[in-house]
């Protein structure tokens, strides 16, 4: 059971590294990684569940809610090209 949580918090935080180096040229600390998790534990991911995709995205989905709204963007805009 333990070897299963330490897989997924590994798999969250390789894909934590790739969301933020996609977003940032430097390198992501252990520490930023560390953050990003517990943040994601706060808004609902369960690391040991068997749902593992649908708790990630659902808690990844709130956190960006949170963050916008926090930082008085509107994820919901519908932008159209013409």
Do not use: F
Not at 24 to 36: K, L
Not at 37 to 59: I, M, S
Request: aromatic residues 2%; charged residues 20%.
């Amino acid at each position: 059971m333990k070897s299963s949580i330490q897989a997924v918090v590994a798999a969250v935080a390789v894909c934590v590294c790739g969301i933020a180096h996609a977003q940032a040229s430097q390198p992501v600390t252990r520490a930023q990684v560390r953050s990003e998790v517990v943040a994601l534990v706060k808004h609902g991911y369960k690391p040991n569940r068997d749902d593992y995709p649908e708790t990630l995205l659902a808690a990844q989905q709130r956190l960006a809610e949170q963050r916008d709204s926090s930082s008085g963007r509107d994820r919901n805009v519908n932008v159209t090209a013409q």
